[in-house]
């Protein structure tokens, strides 16, 4: 089988027209942003209204409504509904799916040296995976934690490095920010990704010094961002009317210390074989396990940041602790990063109030619990502002849905399937992300395949300073070849198998 290859082979089966209009019409409704809206029809029957929230609210929850889902949540109710999707076990993740897949053996395909195939993965996770609801969650959670495949390739099996790095969003989604904030840091993928595999402590005789990538994204996108806010996402004023910074370039150069020593953890030893005879290649399974520390690389120099300090001669594990410890605690941390979970699922640019309700949440559960996942994205999915019908005639809320969350809704509406399980959806050479300027996991940088505080230029959103993320990905191009794209890779709605 030539692994490089496009194989189209998706299957569609039709849907009914109320679970089409559960899912296209709610395609602009629950996302025109400040440019488009739709309203939904205007009908007598309550029953169909019920159901038409119901569906609204399933395609912010997950990426699809079926029948059965839409008559669950109106039986159930939303809250109860979420509460036990919430609690379902994950199911077959990504590392797991392509170990599945055949990709973990050492062949004459080198499927040590590939990456593409997480790919596959990626889309098989948001097209076809059962739990659609940790699904969604983990998508969103992808592009704040960016890491991209494209920027992991000179590490072995950089395939199953980004599932394990998917795996750990989606054991996490519903878990504790700080547990998953440590989790990712000391993840493969992510260490390769921002230089902290392999990252050592100073050394005056050459003059190096830590690497500062990770402790610089760590603060500015991973947990504080750049400016001190209120509770609400505005920034904070100092005495001169203007924003204060949450950092400086002390702050960064003194915490890179904290991420010095780290490597693979290669317990699982190495392999030789036929196809690689001159090196050691190291088991796959390396790629799923935490690195770890090295504490004859690790800095033991004094850390100042953030108002935190590491005293000299602490040791990494330590360390490490106080570093997170203090990021996860900072005031920022709520409200810059639930506003960003806002705008993945709701709203491009949600309101200071929805902001600080979430933010509220994320600083306290109910329960005295700071970080709580699974009520963050509760209060974010269950908000008057979300499920309320006066988004859905507001010139001013909703979002453009994304380009893999589009694609990804039509393929579940009409049950498309992988005819061999799969899912080779494009290739190295016609990639979703250069006909659509997307696709998961495959972001072009750390900052995401669009900044959350972009402004389409030149429009009304311009002239009232309203973010709308997603068409930083709208051009000519991107417009059209998403049908084209649509065409090529899928087959129509028609029941029918198409291969290339």
């Known amino acids: 089988m030539n692994e490089i290859a496009t194989e189209t082979e998706i299957e569609t089966t039709p849907r009914t027209a109320a679970a089409v209009l559960g899912a296209s019409a709610l395609l602009e409704a629950c996302g025109g942003g400040s440019a488009t809206t739709s309203t939904p029809p205007t009908v007598p029957d309550t029953s169909l209204l019920a159901s038409y929230d119901s569906a609204r609210f399933l395609q912010h929850a997950q990426f699809s409504s079926t029948e059965a889902e839409i008559s669950a949540v109106k039986s159930q109710g939303a809250s109860a509904w979420l509460d036990a999707q919430m609690a379902l076990n994950s199911s077959t993740g990504g590392y797991d799916w392509l170990m599945q897949r055949g990709y973990g053996v050492v062949d004459k395909n080198k499927f040590y040296e590939m990456e593409y195939q997480s790919n596959y993965m990626a889309w098989y996770q948001i097209m076809a995976a059962p739990d659609g609801v940790r699904r969604r969650m983990a998508l969103a959670l992808s592009e704040f934690f960016v890491v991209s495949g ?3 390739g000179t590490i072995s099996w950089p395939m199953f490095a980004m599932g394990a790095y998917w795996d750990v969003l989606c054991k996490n989604a519903f878990g504790n920010f700080r547990t998953l904030l440590e989790d990712i840091t000391l ?9 902290t595999l ?3 402590k100073e050394d005056a005789a050459s003059g190096r010094l830590p690497d500062e990538n990770y402790a610089r994204e760590v603060m500015q996108l991973f947990s504080i961002g750049l400016l001190q806010l209120n509770l609400d996402g505005t920034p904070k004023l100092g005495a001169n009317s203007q ?4 950092f400086t370039q002390s702050d960064v150069s003194n915490l890179a210390r904290v991420f010095t020593g780290y490597e693979s953890d290669n317990s699982e030893g190495f392999s030789q074989s036929a196809v690689a005879p001159t090196y050691s290649l190291l088991n796959v399974g390396y790629t799923r396990r935490p690195m770890v520390l090295n504490a004859s690389r690790h800095s033991t120099l004094r850390a100042d940041f953030l108002g935190a300090v590491v005293d000299a001669g602490t040791d990494g594990k330590t360390a490490l602790k106080i570093a997170l410890d203090t990021l996860f605690n900072h005031p920022n941390v709520g409200p810059f990063f639930g506003r960003q979970m806002i705008q993945r699922l709701i709203c491009s640019d949600p309101s200071p109030a929805y902001v600080a309700r979430v933010a509220t949440v994320f600083n306290n559960n109910g329960k005295g619990v ?4 699974a009520a963050l994205f509760k209060a974010i999915l269950l908000d008057t502002e979300a499920t309320g019908v006066a988004g859905l005639t507001s010139t001013t809320f909703g979002k453009l849905r994304e380009p893999m969350v589009r694609t990804a809704q039509w393929a579940r509406t009409f049950k498309a399937t992988s005819l061999k399980g799969t899912w080779k959806i494009g290739n190295p050479n016609y990639s979703a992300v250069d006909a659509l300027g997307q696709s998961p996991l495959q972001a072009p940088s750390v900052f995401n395949f669009f900044r959350p505080g972009y402004v389409p230029p ?3 959103m311009a002239f009232s300073k309203a973010t709308a993320p997603e068409f930083q990905l709208v051009n000519e191009s991107t417009t059209a070849s998403y049908i084209n794209y649509l065409q090529n890779f899928y087959t129509k709605a028609c029941g029918c198998a198409h291969r290339s």
């Open 458 to 460: 030149s429009t009304a």
């Open 187 to 195: 993840n493969i993928a992510m260490g390769e990704y921002l230089n």
């Open 150 to 152: 494209a920027g992991v």
């Open 370 to 373: 700071r970080g709580d996942l």
């Open 243 to 246: 924003p204060i910074e949450t």
């Open 198 to 200: 392999g990252n050592q």
